[in-house]
């Protein structure tokens, strides 16, 4: 199914987190979505706590009453100890099943005082005896490098005759202010899961006007083509995060067309000043997208279908 010329119709709010927990005091960001059975998936967000560490939560959605059914009472990956590469939070990345073992590829991040922050991309990976995700590692999965020496983040990964390949975002450069850095998407390459061979290659580059940053790439197959959704900032005066779309006859080479996204802000409500970290998931012969809205997840995350 391809997304070029579609229109997204949003079907509306779907969760924002009510505060009860610590661990869940504010946001709902970066959702993506595991089906269970008939129309009830699992859904895999980012809460933050009164500290603004980030938590990586999960519940039950109903997609048919486009509501949460229920979220479990603690995280399933919570921040690293202090010093630790990810003690300032783990932000969800992706999924993935692979050789019988799931992989919970995350967000480390810390906050520093040169620069606004490091990100690297930490690894949980389900044990079935415990029934719980545990961290691989007190080190990131993928560290920053001689390829990316700066700073990387969210992954989006697919299996292609048994090899993995991956898009991250990387950093080529710092500034004096946040908005003259240069964050774009690369490659990298794997058979086990665990150790990436990266190309170095730019896979997606900015190309507006004043744009600094591209975040969190989803990346699906068909038959014709790869298909990309993700977020970047900014565009001329718009400052603020919107939802992006590019193609690719191989996954290497990339041509964007912001334009043919089909989704944007809404005239008022949650997600009226930005929309961020789509992610796209068909079912029963529909296209949906779960995306976040205002202040980067602040606000919860909402439904769309192609229209």
């Known amino acids: 199914m391809s997304s070029l010329g579609i229109r997204w119709r949003k079907l509306g709010h779907v969760y924002a987190p009510d505060g009860k927990q610590a661990w869940n005091a504010t946001h709902a960001a970066a959702p993506f979505a ?15 706590d009164a500290q603004n560490r980030s938590y990586i939560c999960r519940g039950r959605f109903d997609l048919r009453a486009r509501k949460m059914i229920d979220v479990e009472d603690e995280p399933i990956i919570a921040p690293g100890q202090l010093g630790l590469f990810d003690d300032s939070g783990a932000v969800m990345g992706y ?15 810390n906050l520093r005082v040169t620069v606004p922050w490091l990100n690297t991309i930490g690894l949980a990976i389900y044990n079935p005896k415990t029934k719980r995700f545990e961290k691989y590692g007190r080190v990131p999965v993928m560290d920053r490098s001689d390829i990316d020496p700066f700073s990387i983040s969210y992954p989006s990964i697919l299996e292609e005759n ?22 774009v998407f690369k490659t990298a390459y794997s058979h086990d899961a665990i150790h990436w061979e990266r190309t170095g290659r730019i896979a997606v580059d900015l190309i507006h006007p004043n744009e600094y940053a591209l975040s969190k790439p989803f990346v699906l197959k068909s038959k014709e083509s790869y298909e990309m959704w993700y977020s970047y900032r900014a565009n ?25 996204a089909g989704i944007d802000v809404s005239d008022e409500g949650w997600d009226s000043e930005m929309i961020c970290y789509p992610f796209v998931f068909d079912h029963k012969g529909a296209r949906y997208m779960l995306y976040n809205g205002n202040a980067y997840g602040k606000t919860g995350f909402g439904l769309a279908v192609v229209d």
């Open 34 to 48: 595991e089906p269970l059975e008939g129309d009830v998936f699992q859904i895999y967000f980012t809460t933050r």
């Open 95 to 109: 999924l993935l099943n692979f050789k019988g073992a799931q992989f919970l590829y995350y967000l480390g991040w």
């Open 162 to 183: 048994g090899c993995l390949k991956m898009w991250y975002g990387s950093n080529l450069s710092w500034g004096v202010t946040q908005d003259e850095m240069q964050h």
């Open 236 to 260: 001329r005066d718009i400052l603020t995060y919107r939802i992006g779309y590019a193609t690719s006859a191989n996954g290497d080479d990339w041509i964007r067309d912001d334009e043919h």
